[in-house]
T-cell receptor, first 116, second 117 residues
């Protein structure tokens, strides 16, 4: 069975600090997809990034960067120079190739608070 | 392009009643999935519809049901509401043309907040 673990329940940082959100996943499938979503107080889940299991190239997009390591089953997300607007709950999610359908398995989320 | 829309945004019901929530996917998207979010259980998959057929179902009782129309709009229904059904219900759509849809991204709507008293 697939599982996603986000061990950090809440993180508080001061604006302009860098912050890394951890995600560890479990799957028996060799082909799978990993996602990060952001949920601001309004409730809508905002898509941030998708990674395929066969593509371990890490990516940087503006202040965001992602570190995918299959050897440790981790898919961590870093915000550089955090801003107050980054305050939200961040979810890591997993979708397997097998089993059909479009089920996303989510972690429990990490509440990020960025203060002035 | 308009995003996923959900109606109503807020709803208050009493135990024993039933409720119907609506979701309109992004134009051109044919797959619609529903998720329940609660403080205790987090985000949990309810079911997914594609081409008016339920393709996948989560571990929820039969009180939770859904359907999809020919225009890809979807509704979910919860009968005999319980206090524990209070949650944020999120709908997501993706383009997918059939199998292999796992690699595509689901885009979420703003959700419907249901409070059961």
């Amino acid at each position: 069975a697939q599982k996603v673990t986000q061990a950090q329940t809440e993180i508080s940082v001061v604006e302009k600090e860098d912050v890394t959100l951890d995600c560890v996943y479990e799957t028996r499938d060799t082909t799978y997809y990993l996602f990060w979503y952001k949920q601001p107080p309004s409730g809508e889940l905002v898509f941030l990034i998708r990674r395929n299991s066969f593509d371990e190239q890490n990516e940087i997009s503006g202040r965001y960067s992602w570190n995918f390591q299959k050897s440790t089953s981790s898919f961590n997300f870093t915000i550089t120079a955090s801003q107050v607007v980054d305050s939200a709950v961040y979810f890591c999610a997993l979708s397997e190739e097998a089993g059909g359908g479009n089920k996303l398995t989510f972690g429990t989320g990490t509440q990020l608070k960025v203060e002035l | 392009k308009a995003g996923v829309t959900q109606t109503p945004r807020y709803l208050i019901k009493t135990r024993g009643q039933q409720v119907t929530l609506s979701c309109s996917p992004i134009s051109g998207h044919r797959s619609v999935s529903w998720y329940q979010q609660t403080p205790g259980q987090g985000l949990q998959f309810l079911f997914e519809y594609f081409s008016e057929t339920q393709r996948n179902k989560g571990n929820f009782p039969g009180r939770f049901s859904g359907r999809q129309f020919s225009n890809s709009r979807s509704e979910m229904n919860v009968s005999t509401l319980e206090l524990g059904d209070s949650a944020l219900y999120l709908c997501a759509s993706k383009r997918t043309t059939g199998t292999g849809g796992q690699r595509e991204t689901q885009y979420f709507g703003p959700g419907t907040r249901l409070l059961v008293l």
